[in-house]
């Protein structure tokens, strides 16, 4: 297990997730990689359907339909309590925006709660709180979702709600305001104040120079600053239609009733937008190796990480994503994994070491390691770890048994996240608006299963045999800190 | 109990009739006790083929003999690193084969454990939790391993403005309890644990006495009989606590630290009420009104929505053993702390006096009581609130009681207990940040 980075505080954590950031969140530790992006990235089992770890095909009594004016339709049904995740998934996120407005995919996330014509001031929030529902939002690179859980019952008020908010937002310089600054708090929460969030926020800026992914999902600060109520509303009225819009329903429901709710309620919003085909700027390849260093009195413990970019679940063929979430979980994984073993077992010079593989983005993906050293140890003792790890899956590849052990430990979680109806509910969304069709989804334990060694060999010569993009989360050298501390003293 | 029908007092009165709750299926708590007189509580579900199984024993960090803090948060963490002939590497290997995960872990008055099994490998799951509760083997590599993991943490901590500040919230209101240790102790105490303390906490705090069992999933009552005496049977009888002494509160001071960050976190806190109190629930509606649940508390109301002063602020109750507490946290802009405290304290102030009104108090039991369903709506959460509600030992048909508990509350209680809770005396605030921010909260905090 991994104490260090489950600690119990005395204290209540930080209540509110409202309007979450799910990339800056999933971003914000370098230590931590992606729960989000590999959730998407393992598909699961519908509860009643599949019986057993073995199962080919996911969630087989899943509807899916598509409404006339163009909205997706899903719905997973799980009769097991009361209750529904009514979730609608728009296909837009950071990348998607106007040069010069970082956030403004996030800003509007935030005013979607203020109100519409029918129902202004908050109306849809305090009806929630009221039939003891849950409500959030969150938004990342590719896509922005909404969601309540309710019991069943409220079901049809949510959908009414979600529909009117599609089309009929209005925004006022009162509420636009403050809500500004919410997000500048939120800004200096979850970046600012993390030496860790700061480094990745820097990273992933030359990681991607030319590519939108470069930019934060918050956006930066003086472009947060300059968004105003008619950026938010010239990004809404591009982007926020029933055409470009996915609904995902699941809990105690059959789709038939929710067809006919849908019918009255998204069905009746005309679509009010043609936001076309989502095509970013390329990334082009970059020649020479590129590091980022950042040292920061408050860091404890000094990690590195290297990152490349390779294919997506979206945008890679030939099984080549399956196989790269195998060489992820071989190479540093579960808490058997080679990184694990050599650098924090055996070797004894890590308190942490693995690998990780995002592949839920609409464009590429990333493949990253990292490593922290033990006391006494240090930085380039951690490159030297992982550089020799992935030697060695270069030059010998990995076993059959690994293969298979991999194989198995992933689908049986993708059987564990099906205790979850809001988890069934994000791997859909998440899919559906970043380039992935349901039948994707729900064939990947099949695709899983082909992998071969040599594929996974062959995808890891392919994509991690050039330079990586290195970040080093530093402490001043003791110089430095002396320097800091005692400024009165003269050099 | 009847989750569904949790949900029918909820009325929508919002012109849009739901649809008729047909379909629900009730979820009922069976009461098993073992051939052995072991007893744990099941709610029986064969939708998914996996079982989630949650127990506690009573003895947390509290726990931990002097000079010795941070043991039994040690002893979580090392007691899956190998058991009886399998070393830590076998043991972690044999659950990742199995995909079978196991974990220990403790709070202020509790050690906890959580189990998760697919059907195929219940048995081994039940085998290999019984293995590492009767036979640990406390290696000296993985204990050595987890003692380097803590102190990392323990050292990120000090650079942590959350922590800072918890922990001069909590040195100020209650002294030298054993309740502002930090879980994990300090550097000194954690650098000096041997698996020979180990083995005497593992004595001390696992026992069949305090151990409470919630499973939910795929098995039936009579498999869970014999499997209960298969992994908690070998286990000591009695376990050997240390009584806890009450807490005692000094509110009112003001506690600050410095630190270089763009945001100055506070804390606010004062004596709470514990679980058995009469008037808890109608704390608890209180404390919702005033900072806790949905996006319409006062304080979210006041301090994010109209003036931007933060991403989030919330309060909540603490209701530990030794004594309950009313905790509030937030973390806002250095330079308007001051003004972020202020704003605090006149809520406070008006809901101390004045109270909420019959309307808020309406909308409060409606989230409250309609809420409530959403914490039964996976195994996990399930088998976890099994076992909370044993802990608090109010009894397999609290579910039942509960949401009429809520309903009965009446303006006049929450007024009541907010007069009580809020207006006898001053909080005690912790800020760390800038100096002048810090400054603007003492300020702010004693009126000035």
Sequence with gaps: MQPASSRTRFLPGPRRTRYGLLAALVCSTLLVPAPLMAAGAAPTANPAAAAEVEADVFAPNLSHFTLTNGMEVVVIPDHRAPVVTHMVWYKVGSADEPEGQSGVAHFLEHLMFKGTTAHPDGEFSKTVAELGGEENAFTTTDYTAYFQRVAKEHLPLMMAFEADRMENLILTDEVVKPERDVVLEERRMRVDSEPSSRLREALTSILFVNHPYGSPVIGWQSEIEALNEDSAIAFYDRFYTPNNAVLVIAGDVEADEVKALAEETYGKVARRAEPGARVRPAEPPLAGERRISMADPRVTQETVSYSYLVPSDATGTDGEPEALELLAYILGGGPTSRLHKAGVLEQRIATAAGAYYQSGSLDMGQFGFYAAPTPGHDLDEMEKLIRAELARVLKDGVSEEEVAKATKSMIAEAVFAQDSQQALARIFGSALTTGKTVEDVQTWPQRMKKVTPEQVQAVARKYLSGDPVVGLLTRPKPEDTAAATAPEKQG | ?448
């Design chain 2, 1 to 448: 109990m009847s989750v569904a029908r949790l949900l029918k007092p909820v009325v929508t009165g919002l012109g849009l009739l739901g649809l008729a709750l047909t379909s629900a299926q009730a979820v009922e708590i069976q009461k098993v006790t073992s051939p052995g007189g072991i007893e744990a509580w099941l709610v029986e579900d064969h939708t998914v083929p996996l079982v989630a199984m949650n127990f506690a024993f009573k003895g947390g960090a509290t726990q931990d003999p002097e000079g010795k803090q941070g043991l039994t948060r040690l002893l979580a963490a090392t007691l899956d690193e190998g058991a009886g002939d399998l070393t830590s590497e076998e043991f972690q290997a044999r659950l990742e084969e199995q995909s079978i995960s196991l974990s220990f872990d403790t709070g202020k008055d509790y050690f906890y454990g959580t189990l998760r099994t697919l059907t195929a490998t219940r048995d081994e799951a039940f085998d290999l939790t019984a293995l590492a509760l009767t036979q640990p083997r406390f290696d000296a590599a993985p204990v050595d391993r987890m003692k380097t993991q803590f102190l990392t943490g323990i050292r990120r901590s000090k650079q942590d403005p959350q922590d800072i500040a918890s922990e001069l919230l909590y040195k100020s209101l209650l002294g030298e309890h054993p309740y502002t240790w930090q879980t994990e102790g300090t550097e000194e105490s954690m650098a000096a644990l041997t698996a020979d303390d180990l083995r005497a906490q593992f004595k001390r705090v696992i026992g069949r006495d305090t151990l409470m069992i919630g499973v939910v999933g795929d098995i039936d009552a009579e498999t869970l009989a014999s499997a209960l005496d298969k992994t908690f049977g070998a286990l000591p009888a009695t376990s050997q606590l240390d009584a806890v002494a009450s807490l005692e509160f000094t509110p009112g001071e003001t506690v600050t630290g410095l630190l270089d960050v763009p945001q100055t976190q506070i804390f606010f806190a004062l004596p709470g009420i514990t679980r058995e109190d009469p008037d808890y629930q109608a704390a608890y509606v209180m404390n919702h009104i005033l900072g806790g649940g949905s996006f319409t508390s006062w304080l979210y109301e006041e301090v994010r929505e109209k003036r931007g002063l933060t991403y989030g602020i919330g309060t909540s109750l603490a209701p530990y053993d030794a004594g309950g507490m009313l905790v509030g946290s937030v973390a806002t802009r250095a330079d308007r702390a001051g003004e972020t405290v202020e704003v605090i304290r006149e809520q406070l102030r008006r809901m101390a006096e004045e109270g909420p009104s019959e309307e808020e108090l309406v909308s409060a039991k409606k989230y409250l009581t309609g809420s409530y369903a959403l914490r039964f709506d996976t195994s996990a959460k399930i088998a976890a609130q099994l076992v909370a509600l044993q802990n608090s030992k109010l009894g397999i048909d609290y579910f039942d009681r509960r949401n009429g508990e809520i309903e009965a509350v009446t303006l006049d209680d929450v007024k009541r207990v907010a007069k009580r809770l809020l207006g006898a005396s001053a909080p005690t605030f912790a800020a760390v940040g800038p100096e002048a921010s810090v400054e603007a909260v003492r300020k702010a905090a004693s009126g000035g």
